[in-house]
């Protein structure tokens, strides 16, 4: 039989096959329609707590069934599903119904998530766990009161703690409180009254006298005394706390080496929410996951971007989580310690020669022989190359047969049915004016010449990587704010590639205070239209801090006749919702940067997202895009992307659209040119550095509508509830099934 010339073809040809040979590997753990755990206690509760009444969805219910029986076979699990489905409330039940099972109702678990949501987790903890003791910890104390409460506790208990504490670690309170001199009265031998000054401990804020309980009853405490004790008090008539934890001073023990060291297996379950962002082979966050998972009996991974687009992006989780499979696949951290790299970070590039893609450049003279021989010169030796690799966003479909298969759950919002809105993705290209497209033309021909004569140059060539950084930067930012710059700089090298200050490279022009251009014009017309059929906008601009288009969007926007409220940068993160809620009917649109809304919190009051700039982070532009997503939204939601055609805003958003297509593909939204963007990685896995490629004369034109078309065609595989026997696709068909079910390979 011929070959097969394209994937669809294999496809037509061998489809029923390949299904017939997967199933003969795979054996489902759970299907719809095995027995699932009894939740009825959990929604009870939730819906008592709540004042409102909750039920669970079937495919969530489903979810959980699996998970139960995940952690019966595996002591580490991944829930990866997309934002909206769920994760926390899914994650608290798989675990009640567990350790329930078990008969392990009073299990303890530890929740690791990021600061501002760690209100959210508490809230969730309680409404889902009937009877449970669940505190946030915020200093060493808090940890400690929790500890010895959740030892008597007869239900289930919860410690919430965010990862940038658990990172800083917790600063034990020492005592702290005022001198107060009183007049001790006592007899002498003679019988003669006498008195003498006493230094006492005071509260400093209304100078209360700190008083302890004793056999022979309450006596005043001197000054001396309580500060040599350990514990601090709080002040009787006021309640204020006495205490200070001056950083550098006290003692500040970690987390997770006190719970490693003093507690191992104390706590039965870690949850790691978010856990994407956790990924670091070197951060301390990511050190922090992996001590505390290996101090848990059971761990639990929860995230909605499992991947960026490069295997790398799993490496170090994996390690964290499924360290046995990878020492099964040939991979060995023993060879790779002791340097001044991590074990783990040095293994990255052979984790990536087998997962990934990897792509090797190849720099020789003309004069060099091109048939692959090997040159040697007059004495022998070798001639060498200089070769430059470089990982793309690539996936090997084995990275998810390998590691994930079994050992993760996942989850679409397509799964939620009918109770899910309808969400539509809208690329809206908007026209330069003559001035606009003549100064941005300038500026980037400007700094392209820059650019050649400092890669002309001799010495270490420093300049060219921080100048490249710099023109896309400076030509994204300019698009949209082409006035109030000061003159570009770059830094400067010598000729042994020392720094010796900076120089001008570009004057951009300063169209005048406030320019208005057409992307700003359509941002106005897109809200008043969204407004006036009843739909509130949120625009997000990335561009925050020296060229700040905020001001600019604002003053828009109201002239318009727009009720328009931008969210302070100084709204601490575990604010942030109730400050939405308070402000929410002040507000037609509201003006925030989109990291500040991406992870836990629900914007189902704006259901337009707009995106005024866009930024080279997919992990921040899937989850920011999916804020409004939510089984309770009531009107269908509308992501929209503005951009400058022929510009570097365009190849951004097609090389976002690249990325997005192959981080996709590994977490079950495939199609052909998903397939092919998970194979062969889209154009590039470093954004920036596929901007600078792009910016190269003669390099090909790019079109941002084809790129995001991969991610709003159908797929093409079964619904989620078809019969188990589908037309597959290549070394695919276990990934569409892994969506359903847990496998036992």
Known sequence: MPLAQDLNELIRKFGMAMATAAEKVLHPVHVPGDAEPDLAPIEANRTNLSKRPFKLFPSQRVKIAAMVKGMARYKRLWLVAEMGCGKSPMSVAAAWAFFRSRGRPDFKALVLCPGHIVRKWRREAEWALPGAYVKVARCFHDFLAWRDKAKGHAGPSVLVVSKETAKLGFDVDKPCGARRKILERTLDAGGKVCGSSVEMAACPDCGAILHEDTDNGRRAVSYDEYIANNEPCRCEGCGERLSTNARGFRSNPHLDRFIQRKMPNFFDLLIADEVHELAGAETIQGNTFGTLASACRYTLALTGTLIGGRAEDLHAPLWRMSAGLLRRRGFDLGPLRGGRVGAISRNARGFTMGYGVMERQI??????????????????????????????????????????????????????????????????????????????????????????????????????????????????????????????????????????????????????????????????????????????????????????????????????????????????????????????????????????????LDLVQFPTLIWFQLGYSTHVLRQASARARRPIQTQPCKVIFLFYERTIQEKALALMGEKEAASQALEGTFDTRALKALMNGGEDSDIMAALARSLERGAPKVNAKAAWSKLTEKPAFMPMHAPVRPVLRPMLARRQLSQQFLFDM
């Open 363 to 600: 720099c020789r003279d003309a004069s060099d022989d091109v048939t692959g021989t090997v040159q040697r010169g007059a004495c022998g030796r070798r001639r060498e190359f200089k070769t430059i690799e470089l990982t793309k966003p690539g996936i090997s479909p084995d990275l998810f047969n390998h590691f994930l298969l079994g050992r993760a759950v996942f989850m679409s919002l397509s799964e939620l049915g009918p109770a899910l809105p309808t969400i539509e993705r809208i690329l809206e290209p908007c026209p330069m004016s003559p001035p606009l497209r003549t100064a941005y033309d300038t500026l980037d021909k400007t700094l392209e010449e820059a650019l050649k004569r400092k890669a002309a140059c001799g010495g270490k060539r420093k300049g060219p990587p921080a100048l490249a950084t710099i023109r896309i930067q400076a030509l994204d930012a300019y698009a949209d704010k082409p006035f109030g710059w000061s003159p570009i700089t770059c830094p400067r090298y010598d000729d042994n590639g020392i720094r010796c200050g900076s120089e001008v490279v570009a004057v951009p022009e300063d169209l005048g205070d406030g320019h208005l251009d057409g992307k700003d014009r359509r941002m106005v017309e897109l809200c008043k239209k969204e407004v006036k059929q009843g739909r509130k906008c949120c625009v997000y601009p990335v561009f925050t801090g020296r060229h700040d288009v905020r001001p600019k969007i604002m003053k828009a926007l109201a002239e318009a006749g727009l009720r328009t409220v931008l969210m302070p940068d100084t709204v601490l993160p575990v604010a942030r919702e109730d400050w939405i809620a308070r402000h929410v009917e002040e507000m037609d649109v509201l003006i925030v940067h989109p990291k500040r809304v991406m992870t836990g």
